[in-house]
């Protein structure tokens, strides 16, 4: 089956930044060919959508809550999230799925923890 692979997380202080990478299984050939996202889920809250790009990655969108902080991208069968400026409730376990239904299995994710 499809699965996604996330890392870049870690503990990072406020204002401090952040680079997530997610990757596809070697099966999923088509990954380069879907619309792609990357969400979030903090400890007692749902999961929240927070970016997506777009096929070619000309387009990119973003939830308020990050706008101007984080960059979306992808290149080359892999998605990136930079994450500027971070803020403590941005941490989360910060996951990437195909956008904007989450329609695959989703991966183990990656944790983000923004604290002094």
């Known amino acids: 089956q499809v699965q996604f692979v996330e890392s870049g997380g870690g503990l990072v202080q406020p204002g401090g930044s952040l680079r997530l990478s997610c990757a596809a299984s070697r099966n999923f050939f088509t990954f380069n060919l879907i619309v792609m996202g990357w969400y979030r889920q903090a400890p007692g809250k749902q999961r929240e959508w927070v970016a997506t790009v777009s096929i070619n990655g000309a387009n990119t969108y973003y939830t308020d809550s990050v706008l101007g902080r984080f960059t979306i991208s992808r290149d080359n069968g892999t998605v990136y999230l930079q994450m500027d400026n971070l803020k403590p409730e941005d941490t989360a376990a910060y996951y990437c799925?195909?956008?904007?239904?989450?329609?695959?299995?989703w991966g183990q994710g990656t944790q983000v923890t923004v604290s002094s």
């Open positions: 799925n195909r956008a904007p239904d989450g329609w695959y299995v």
